[in-house]
């Protein structure tokens, strides 16, 4: 490694099956790199039009306030929790692994009071428990919930989970990183007030942005804050002044010109393919990875009735070593797959098969390589 | 206009001559298109590694957190400030311009009390005004303050300012965004504690990340915080973790990994040409502008003793109508150039010479374009 620090950085070649980000498609790679223009030039208002119509497709809503927050999903979920929040607030947050988790520090952080309801990591959110949770408490203002855990691959019932903030009358917050576009995602349907996504999952975009949307209840709950947003850049009232939802563009930061780039020829390509097909592919692939695992003796850590297709936990084999298996096939065959996190580090590997990288090419090649790693490991 | 939802977009060909963003090289387009990688592979920490080192040439700091936030530069500014101040610390802010007043806001979001002094839009912060107030109030625990004030063309002087912070033991924060890359920054030889920058300026790169650098004595002060950074997203500590600070990567959040690529190239440009030959770069095209401008019988704002180089401020000649020689500029000559902000609009032009667009070339298409708008113009 005699590297001077002026010498290019090349990366090297990888197949990228872990939980993100995917593998990012050479049209949308060429898109970004585009001639960079101005944040207030009206060929990049058209394109932030352009956008926030296809956000609009992506989460199934009508909400005017939809738009992309320049930094990453974790940013998205800073933005949507804290301009939702004040100081004293009560907020339910369900939590089922590493992204519940999260959200409940940063409400706290944010001042707000958080009522934890925990479930084993592995298995979804009751929507029962929730229920029983939100009549117990009436002060509770706020849901919060994973749709789609990606530290452990389980999807919760979205759909359950907005009825129940929603006959409780309380709003609904959802994290919906790992699930837009790999499976249905119906924002206005299920009632959910508030989500917010990221670009590098099964959009297949690079990481940086974090699609988000607030429905026009959410909104006024924002305007009639009686406090100030903690952060000013994650303001989402005048976030929109510059998405223009009301009246003439204002300057509040320089948009991420070249990433949006990005992220307009990816939602291009998943709605040219068509959601449903992208998430029978994302079905398909999966059902193929599992298929292969099991002949292969290996068991997947969820159960199949709330499995993700596009985060795939499976047991790490006896015997095998965690780090050792994972960095042969990142190193040797170029294929990466995640660890497992918290109390699941070492017993899981965590195999995305998000976006581009949801094909059945895909989960041969990985298949191949681990039979190849598997029987250099002591048994 | 009839395009689909579906189509590519495909942005017009500009010459960015306004407040940022700046003209990106083909070379920094062309990195950002290489395939992504995981943000936790070996290939990209090496990267992260380089990154650092070079931000540490940039700033001429030997600062170990010298990293990059994954946002634009108003997150580098949220960043630095919400992870200094705590609630009710007191913060004097020295305000002579947009970015002045907007970290009078972060702060006082915050929970800080914000002692504001002022200064007229168009001259510098003066180090014996900032030290007559530091002197007058002991409970002052930091000063900010903007180096390069985008929004009118001013330097200030850092290295007084930084003695005035260092002889009443207050720290300083210095917003850097529009100096680094066009004008000196020595962050260690003028003892500033903590500064943010931007990439979209004097670097060329495109918008979307913001570096920054805290001494250790910064460091020492937030990890010494009774109360949490008020953004999970934010917390240098976390940050710190993940870009290597203090033992092993631990995940964050998912860095911008093809952003970084640019970021990368874009700084390596800037250390192949070295340092001074690009201020001396932006120093030559700053001249041959005003010359060009004042034999147009056109005035700067600033007077030359505090003139930046690369963020030109032009009165507006009488009889011209600003946004209409704007918008002409733009669309018919594809010359992007900023109007003034808050008191200075409507009355000034912002013409930047910044990073790649700080050439002899790049003014003269200027000036030619210049001279056909404004004859189109009525006197």
């Given at each position: 490694?005699?590297?001077?620090?002026?010498?290019p950085?090349?990366?090297?070649?990888?197949?990228?099956?872990?939980?993100?980000?995917?593998?990012?498609?050479?049209?949308?790679?060429?898109?970004?790199?585009h001639?960079?223009?101005?944040?207030?030039?009206p060929?990049?208002?058209?394109?932030?039009?352009?956008?926030?119509?296809?956000?609009?497709?992506?989460?199934?809503?009508?909400?005017?306030?939809?738009?992309?927050?320049?930094?990453?999903?974790?940013?998205?979920?800073?933005?949507?929790?804290?301009?939702?929040?004040?100081?004293?607030?009560?907020?339910?947050?369900?939590?089922?692994?590493?992204?519940g988790?999260?959200?409940?520090?940063?409400?706290?952080?944010?001042?707000?009071?958080?009522?934890?309801?925990?479930?084993?990591?592995?298995?979804?959110?009751?929507?029962?428990?929730?229920?029983?949770?939100?009549?117990?408490?009436?002060?509770?203002k706020?849901?919060?919930?994973?749709?789609?855990?990606?530290?452990?691959?389980?999807?919760?019932?979205?759909?359950?989970?907005?009825?129940?903030?929603?006959?409780?009358?309380?709003?609904?917050?959802?994290?919906c990183?790992?699930?837009?576009?790999?499976?249905?995602?119906?924002?206005?349907?299920?009632?959910?007030?508030?989500?917010y996504?990221?670009?590098?999952?099964?959009?297949?975009?690079?990481?940086?942005?974090?699609?988000v949307?607030?429905?026009?209840?959410?909104?006024?709950?924002?305007?009639?804050?009686?406090?100030?947003?903690?952060?000013?850049?994650?303001?989402?009232?005048?976030?929109?002044?510059?998405?223009?939802?009301?009246?003439?563009?204002?300057?509040?930061?320089?948009?991420?010109?070249?990433?949006?780039?990005?992220?307009?020829?990816?939602?291009r390509?998943?709605?040219?393919?068509g959601?449903?097909?992208?998430?029978?592919r994302?079905?398909?692939?999966?059902?193929?990875?599992v298929?292969?695992l099991?002949?292969?003796?290996?068991?997947?850590?969820?159960?199949?009735?709330?499995?993700?297709?596009?985060?795939?936990?499976?047991?790490?084999?006896?015997?095998?070593?965690?780090?050792?298996?994972?960095?042969?096939?990142?190193?040797?065959?170029?294929?990466?797959?995640?660890?497992?996190?918290?109390?699941?580090?070492?017993?899981?590997?965590?195999?995305?098969?998000?976006?581009?990288?949801?094909?059945?090419?895909?989960?041969?090649?990985?298949?191949?390589?681990?039979?190849?790693?598997?029987?250099?490991?002591?048994?």
């Amino acid at each position: 490694m005699n590297r001077k620090i002026t010498d290019p950085f090349l990366p090297p070649e990888r197949l990228l099956l872990g939980p993100g980000p995917s593998p990012v498609a050479p049209e949308v790679l060429a898109a970004m790199a585009h001639p960079t223009i101005g944040h207030l030039d009206p060929a990049f208002i058209g394109l932030m039009d352009e956008l926030k119509a296809m956000l609009q497709t992506m989460f199934n809503t009508k909400n005017e306030a939809t738009f992309t927050v320049a930094g990453p999903g974790s940013v998205g979920m800073d933005a949507c929790i804290l301009n939702m929040i004040e100081p004293g607030d009560k907020i339910l947050i369900a939590r089922n692994g590493v992204f519940g988790m999260r959200m409940s520090e940063v409400a706290s952080r944010g001042g707000a009071t958080v009522v934890p309801l925990d479930f084993e990591w592995g298995t979804p959110v009751d929507p029962a428990a929730v229920d029983a949770a939100l009549a117990k408490d009436k002060d509770i203002k706020f849901l919060a919930f994973v749709h789609a855990e990606t530290s452990t691959g389980v999807l919760s019932d979205a759909q359950a989970l907005g009825a129940v903030a929603k006959k409780h009358n309380v709003f609904s917050i959802m994290d919906c990183v790992t699930s837009v576009g790999g499976v249905p995602v119906e924002m206005d349907a299920w009632s959910i007030d508030v989500l917010y996504t990221g670009t590098q999952k099964c959009l297949s975009c690079p990481p940086g942005l974090s699609p988000v949307s607030f429905n026009q209840r959410a909104i006024d709950h924002i305007k009639a804050r009686k406090t100030k947003v903690l952060s000013w850049f994650l303001d989402v009232t005048q976030v929109m002044a510059y998405w223009g939802g009301e009246g003439a563009r204002a300057y509040h930061h320089t948009a991420p010109i070249n990433a949006l780039y990005g992220l307009h020829e990816a939602l291009r390509r998943v709605l040219v393919e068509g959601l449903d097909a992208a998430f029978a592919r994302h079905r398909k692939a999966h059902q193929y990875l599992v298929a292969g695992l099991q002949k292969r003796g290996m068991e997947m850590l969820v159960a199949e009735s709330y499995r993700l297709p596009q985060l795939n936990a499976v047991k790490i084999p006896a015997g095998a070593d965690d780090a050792k298996v994972r960095r042969s096939l990142l190193l040797d065959h170029g294929i990466e797959i995640g660890a497992g996190l918290g109390p699941l580090a070492g017993k899981v590997w965590r195999i995305g098969l998000m976006g581009e990288g949801a094909r059945v090419e895909s989960v041969d090649r990985l298949l191949a390589a681990l039979d190849k790693v598997l029987v250099k490991e002591p048994a």
